[in-house]
């Protein structure tokens, strides 16, 4: 294999973070250079978009996601190249929306345990494996969400995959402010029961 220089343009992101794949953390810090601006933005967008009101009372931030984020993103075994960097930044929200869903589901665990409806301390310890399953269980929660809330599914896919603002969520699909903040909310509690099940 050449070496990062040879194979890639340092400002070719897709190329470098195939180059990545291909030869495991060799070209990683190339990589973080270029992306790691959009991965903040990233990351503090699906932050608030996710918790909302709470994110003010949240014991994580925005920081604290991207951390817990980037060495899962290592670990993901990912089936085939990249073919622009947009599929990149698609996969890292997804695993930010998990890692936010499993946080949430965490939070509610150690609640159960405060009130003495949870006895076993390490049910709290307790995350799902991360992996293509996984995703594909978060994915399948939605085609199911586009199935019987088709407008609310259209929302988390014009919010988080699209990076559309409110404005042009509303201006798109004529809708009230307080309806778009309303359906979000809703699909991501649906999410999360999908992936509790």
């Known amino acids: 294999m050449p070496p990062i220089h040879a194979a890639c343009r340092i400002d070719d992101v897709t190329c470098l973070i195939n180059y990545w794949r291909h030869n495991n953390d060799t070209g990683l810090h190339h990589i973080w250079q270029e992306v790691a601006t959009d ?21 994580w931030s925005a920081t604290d996601l991207l951390h817990e984020t980037f060495p899962k993103l290592l670990e993901y075994p990912i089936a085939r190249d990249f073919e622009n960097r947009a ?47 996984t995703l594909a269980t978060l994915e399948q929660g939605l085609q199911r969400l586009r199935q019987i809330a088709p407008r609310q599914a259209r929302i988390v896919e014009m919010r988080f995959y699209q990076d559309q603002s409110f404005q042009a969520i509303q201006d798109r699909l004529k809708l009230a402010r307080t309806t778009v903040y309303t359906d979000l909310k809703a699909a991501l509690l649906f999410l999360r029961h999908h992936l509790d099940q």
Request: positive net charge.
């Open 39 to 59: 991965l903040k933005r990233i990351s503090i967008k699906v932050w608030f978009d996710f918790l909302g009101p709470a994110a003010a009372n949240a014991t």
């Open 87 to 133: 599929q990149f930044y698609a996969l890292v929200k997804s695993l930010m929306i998990y890692i936010l869903m499993n946080y949430r589901r965490r939070k509610n665990r150690a609640a159960q345990y405060r009130r003495g409806n949870v006895t076993n301390l390490n049910d709290l310890l307790t995350q799902n494996p991360l992996d293509v399953t």
